[in-house]
């Protein structure tokens, strides 16, 4: 069964930055394309950012140059690097693993990220 945990979020002031980490167990990492989504209070979960098992990523428009997704196969690890955080950031951010395969999905916890001075 795949566990995703999440670590790293935080307060943190305007303009600042954190480093999402989400370690992935349970089953073979490569297999599974991996992507953040992040919930603020009473808003849907959206997509943040997505990289596939070979390392294409993509990324929703208003991150683009702020967040850098990234993934170590060796580590089973998947990083959500944030910079110039906004205060509309500030959200739920929940790990996402699909495997290739079947398009089976797992959650993990989610991490509480607030941008806010």
């Known amino acids: 069964q795949v566990q995703l945990v999440e670590s790293g979020g935080g307060l943190v002031q305007p303009g600042g930055s954190l480093r999402l980490s989400c370690a992935f167990s349970?089953?073979?990492?490569?297999?599974?394309?991996m992507s953040w989504y992040r919930q603020a209070p009473g808003k849907q979960r959206d997509l943040v950012a997505r990289?596939?098992?070979?390392?294409?990523?993509n990324y929703t428009d208003s991150v683009k140059g702020r967040f850098t997704i990234s993934r170590d196969n060796a580590k089973n690890t998947v990083y959500l690097q944030m910079i110039s955080l906004k205060p509309e950031d500030s959200a739920v951010y929940y790990c996402?693993?699909?495997?290739?395969?079947?398009?089976?999905?797992?959650w993990g916890q989610g991490t509480q990220v607030t941008v806010s001075s």
């Open positions: 349970g089953s073979i990492f490569s297999m599974y394309d």
């Open positions: 990289i596939t098992g070979g390392g294409r990523t």
């Open positions: 996402n693993a699909k495997r290739i395969i079947d398009l089976v999905s797992r």
